[in-house]
């Protein structure tokens, strides 16, 4: 029943908060109203969401966030530093190639938008069956470093998180 | 206001310029389009979080109370940008780029938007 009416804890629990930050302000109301979106939204997209993400240890999301939201300062300062100092023949592009261990479809959206946000780095393109990311790197004379990188530092934590 | 908060204030707001800037300045730079990509997904992102951090300092500073709307304009960007950024890279794939062009995929199919996905698996593990 309760399965029923809350199929996805996760998302139901998110829309509450998110309700709750954007009226920007703490009532009852405003509290049973965002628990009611909590309640509808998730039964009307339901039919999207055939299969529910194993989060198996949230914790280690916090973690995560908190490294990625580091590596995009880090990023930020990278590339900006690259844009100014490096003459344009210079600047070494070239694609990676990442195989890819982790499996669910939450987890490779995750990993690809890390992966874009974080240093010199643009994920592009899966293959078609989803075993490997094409990722395009700004500038790197290591390539190989670069892709192991993506695998401990990122796809390591995510498979601990989803899987 | 204490001038130590005016000096944060003012701090993150000029920070967040000249990445604005350097961000726009790469577009200029750069010459091919996938790295041109590089240079708003990211130099942009810290110029918008500077001046949304600047916004939350200020409200705080004023009313006493923390405003979250900041921090949400900043998960909502950070959730689209590489959306966008993976958009405009397949687009450009797509009418720029030949197979030929790309490194091999080391997995049992090849690219997406040049190889069908493999039958045996419907809707599992593929995102696209």
């Known amino acids: 029943m309760l399965k029923r009416l809350i199929p996805h804890p996760f998302l139901s629990l998110t829309l509450v908060f998110v309700w709750l930050a954007l009226v920007n302000k ?40 908190l490294i990625v939201l580091w590596d995009i300062v880090v990023a930020n300062i990278q590339v900006a530093a690259i844009i100014l100092f490096k003459r344009e023949k210079n600047i070494h592009s070239q694609w990676i190639v990442v195989p890819l261990d982790v499996t669910s479809a939450e987890a490779i959206t995750v990993l690809a938008g890390t992966i874009t946000m974080t240093p010199g780095t643009v994920s592009a393109m899966l293959s078609a069956d989803g075993g490997s990311i094409l990722v395009h790197c700004l500038h790197t004379d290591d390539p190989d470093s670069v892709r ?6 990122y796809e390591r934590r995510l498979k601990e998180i989803f899987q | 206001m204490s001038t130590i908060v005016e000096a944060l204030i003012a701090l993150s707001l000029v920070v967040s310029g000249i990445f604005g800037l350097v961000g726009s300045y790469g577009l200029v730079k750069l010459t091919n389009t996938l790295q041109r990509l590089h240079a708003p997904t990211k130099a942009t992102t810290l110029g918008v ?16 109370y923390l405003s979250i709307h900041e921090l949400l304009i ?36 090849g690219w997406s938007i040049y190889d069908e996905p493999p039958a045996s698996r419907p809707g599992s593990g593929s995102v696209q």
């Open chain 1, 26 to 65: 703490f009532t009852l109301g405003n509290l049973l109203l965002g628990m009611l979106f909590g309640i509808i939204i998730p039964m009307l997209t339901a039919p999207y969401w055939p299969d529910r993400p194993k989060i198996r240890r949230p914790l280690k999301g916090f973690e995560y966030v």
């Open chain 1, 148 to 153: 192991d990188e993506i695998k401990t530092r």
């Open chain 2, 74 to 109: 900043s998960v909502f960007l950070l959730l689209t940008a590489p959306i966008t950024a993976n958009f405009i890279a397949k687009t450009y794939m797509a009418t720029s780029l030949k197979d030929s062009d790309l490194p091999d995929s080391q997995s049992s199919s």
């Open chain 2, 49 to 64: 979080g500077g001046v949304l951090v600047a916004s939350m300092i200020y409200f705080y500073a004023k009313t006493g």
